[in-house]
């Protein structure tokens, strides 16, 4: 009688790596919750602020500029500070950095000072810089061929501040009335107060740090650097590794062409003469191809490979500008042209930071990660101006066929690319 073959013994030290990473993913998941609701209700009625402030239309087009350049100009300093005392002291200085951005915010709109509250919203960007990082913290502890989807389910968790934060605006406008403050002064103090809880959460939850366990587990040292030799350190790494290169161009091109399309759809429907629960419901949708089907998306990610779900998410976001830039009056064809574009959009981020985390080894990892978030950030500003200028003197029809071009050029060279190294 033969006996079962044994299984390999499974280590204490493996065991409390698998029950860190669970309570991991929990708190980051909870993070991204709480700062989800705190940008996304801080941003909501921000364009409308600084225009009744200044007195000026093009200068309130500057209230989403100033967070989206807080949180490229945060996204370094807050991998600096996760490669020197681990992912805990980088999320507490992107989150610290949002709550003091909403305690700015309240005072400019208290004193009627729009240069003041353009300040603090560069700030408030720290909680996307937050937001953005959470999802490369949860692959530290990943086993290998794991890593989109412990990461894909903290990007999930964010679709319940992004849907839930507008809706709370009004609300917390009126309860800050309600309790002294200024009208439009409460949504800012709201997401001072979200953001204060999500500093706590990560203080107090993310015990051990992951990134320092798992530098323990590879005997990897903390990197001391200044700014500018984290950037030259994540230079030199992307030369290095083709790979993680790859996933950064495609990490680019992806929340290029998503911001540059969506920024401009409500102007493109409302000229078209949609009313605002149209518009809405529009950019709704959208929304949940960006988050919802995350999970399936890290889930192939792991499952088929990287790069193929990559392709699939040009694929993707081809269609979306073909279907876009032909839609005429069409308000159906936009909306799927926008569901697409959240989709193309998923695949590129979760494939694209998964990639980047298997591909460079822990020392040198939150250097490449803060510059993949430096250089997302300014790709989706300028993809922005770039935008407005081309639906401004040309057409949206014009935008489509740009976006399209660009998706397609970037999936051709991955596949190119991607196939010589095979």
Same mark, same amino acid.
């Given at each position: ?90 999320? /507490?200085?992107?989150? &610290?950095? *949002?709550? @003091?951005?909403? !305690? =700015?915010?309240?005072?400019? +709109?208290?004193?009627?000072?729009? $240069? ?68 439009? /002064?409460?949504?800012? &103090?709201? *997401?001072? @107060?979200?953001? !204060? =809880?999500?500093?706590?959460? +990560?203080?107090?939850?993310?015990? $051990? ?214």
């Amino acid at each position: 009688m033969t006996s079962a073959p044994t299984q390999p013994a499974v280590s204490s030290h493996d065991n409390r790596i698998r029950s860190v990473q669970r309570r991991t993913l929990a708190v980051l998941s909870a993070t991204q919750i709480v700062g989800g609701v705190g940008v996304a209700v801080g941003l909501a009625l921000s364009s409308v602020v600084v225009d009744e402030l200044s007195g000026s239309t093009v200068i309130s087009g500057f209230a989403g500029t100033a967070t989206v350049l807080g949180a490229a100009l945060l996204a370094l300093p807050t991998a600096k500070a996760a490669g020197r005392g681990g992912r805990r002291m980088g999320l /507490a200085l992107a989150y &610290a950095a *949002a709550l @003091l951005g909403c !305690a =700015l915010s309240v005072a400019a +709109i208290t004193i009627r000072n729009w $240069p003041l509250l353009l300040a603090g919203l560069v700030l408030v960007g720290g909680g996307s810089a937050g937001n953005l990082a959470a999802r490369y913290s949860a692959t530290d502890l990943s086993p290998r061929g794991h890593a989109g989807r412990h990461l894909s389910l903290v990007v999930w968790a964010a679709t319940v501040g992004s849907v839930a934060g507008p809706n709370l605006a009004r609300p917390a406008d009126q309860i800050g009335m309600d309790a002294g403050l200024v009208e439009k /002064a409460g949504p800012f &103090a709201f *997401a001072a @107060l979200a953001f !204060a =809880l999500a500093l706590l959460i +990560i203080m107090v939850g993310l015990r $051990p740090d992951p990134l320092k366990l798992a530098r323990e587990r590879d005997g990897a040292a903390p990197v001391p650097a200044t700014g500018r030799r984290t950037v030259r350190r994540a230079w030199r790494t992307l030369r290095d590794t083709p790979m993680a290169r790859r996933a950064l161009v495609m990490i680019a091109v992806s929340h290029t062409a998503m911001v540059s399309v969506m920024s401009m759809t409500p102007v493109k429907l409302h000229h078209d003469g949609s009313n605002l629960d149209v518009i809405g419901l529009v950019i709704s949708l959208h929304i949940a191809g960006m988050y919802v089907m995350s999970p399936v998306v890290g889930w192939l990610a792991d499952k088929a490979g990287t790069v193929p779900v990559l392709l699939g998410g040009m694929a993707l976001l081809l269609g979306a500008a073909v279907l876009a830039g032909t839609a005429g009056h069409s308000v159906w064809q936009v909306t799927t042209a926008l569901v697409l574009l959240g989709l193309g959009w998923s695949c590129g981020l979760v494939a694209g930071s998964a990639l980047v985390s298997e591909s460079v080894a822990v020392e040198g990892r939150t250097a490449v990660q803060g510059l993949s978030d430096l250089l997302m950030n300014i790709c989706g500003a300028t993809g922005t101006v770039a935008a407005g200028a081309i639906v401004d003197r040309l057409s949206y029809g014009t935008l489509g066929l740009v976006v399209g071009v660009m998706v397609a050029v970037a999936g051709l060279w991955l596949a190119a690319t991607h196939r010589r190294t095979a």
